[in-house]
């Protein structure tokens, strides 16, 4: 356990080398937030990772959902419960179109603009500031420099779907955005979806990452993580949450979730994620996401391109071509819908060697909706 651990901290340490420099125009702001939504009543108990096993187990038999294996939900609250949380984000430029960035589960903001020497290629707020955007990215609560929140009441769907709401209003009425576009990536993508189908005047462009619109596929990715508790897995990052908050095994368990083909990524870059851009999940997130769905996606009236790796394993079950073209139905409402299956990465869309393209092909999309 010890030569483990030495081993980790010699990684860990290889993959935090020196950063490039912080942009000029970005700075780190708090952005209280006010909700009042009804919670879910989540009633699976983690306290250790035999705790861990058995929720794996439950989410991903085969009669999942069924009587003989139910959603580890109890009904909601029986009227809407306030909280105020404070948002840790970074803000890039004000006023112009701007894209608010939501990263998915087991990482932070910084999936968006990674800090390895070298990562300029793959930051995705570098590439959006050049091409002339506003950028707004943020730690989701419970994650990173965003308010830390109990995993089974506080951190669920419903409730960071109402968060990024007032993200949007920030936007549009203290940013002083003239267009808003939402840009979400795997668990980020379904909340950019609720927030987008909630609002629809104040969103002008919905950008889906990781994203093929169902959990057909989802079993693997949640096998094949190997949850563990945080705090158990890594005392020194993590030991201050409570159990409820849960990260990938190890290194090879992540990458192979996140990642594609050994050709179409650098080794280093899938550690960097691992040992520096990771960051626990929730436990209420996974249960109440799937209690939300189906998310209202023909509610959804902006433009909508669904971007993605060839490769992705939970949403697509590592091959995504051909997968996406019913989602030109299910965005019925969607002034137009694009899709790209076939881009050569994994789920982790912007850690692949093809970031710079997939990014090019997300603002020449917004420049032709007039974005």
Known sequence: ???????ALALAATASAAPYPTLASCKEVTIPVTVSVPRFIVTATVNDNWDVVALTLNLTRRDFTNPTDPLPIAGTTA???????????????????????????IESKLYWR???????????????????YSVLSY????VGSSSKV?????????????????????????????????????????????????????VDATVL???????????????GSAFRVAKLQDPRRWGHLDPGFLVAADLY????????????????????SHYRGSEPFAVGELPSLLASSPVDFAAVTSPVLVLQGQFDLSACGGNCVGLLEPLKATFSGA???????????????????VAPQAFGMVFDFLKRQGV
């Open 335 to 353: 002034k137009t819908v694009e899709t790209v299956d076939n881009l050569p990465a994994g789920h982790n869309l912007n850690l692949h060697k």
């Open 114 to 132: 990674p800090t390895f020497e070298g990562a300029e290629k793959y930051s995705f707020v570098d590439a959006a500031i050049a091409a002339g």
């Open 79 to 105: 009227a809407p419960v306030e909280s105020t949380f404070n948002v840790g984000a970074t803000l890039c430029g004000t006023g112009g179109p701007m894209l608010i960035l939501t990263h998915g589960i």
């Open 209 to 223: 990452t990781g994203f093929a619109g169902n959990f057909t596929y989802f079993n693997p990715f949640l096998a």
């Open 139 to 142: 730690d989701r609560i419970g």
């Open 253 to 272: 368990a992540e990458t192979y979730v996140y990642f594609g083909e050994a050709r179409d990524f650098d080794r280093r870059v899938a550690e960097w």
């Open 1 to 7: 356990m010890l030569a483990y651990a030495l081993s």
């Open 150 to 202: 109990n995993a089974l009441s506080d951190a669920q769907f419903q409730v960071e779907a109402a968060v990024l709401d007032s993200l949007v209003d920030y936007a549009r009425h203290t940013a002083n955005a003239t267009k808003v576009a939402l840009v979400g990536h795997s668990y980020g993508s379904y909340l950019s979806v609720a927030s987008a189908a909630s609002k629809t005047t104040a």
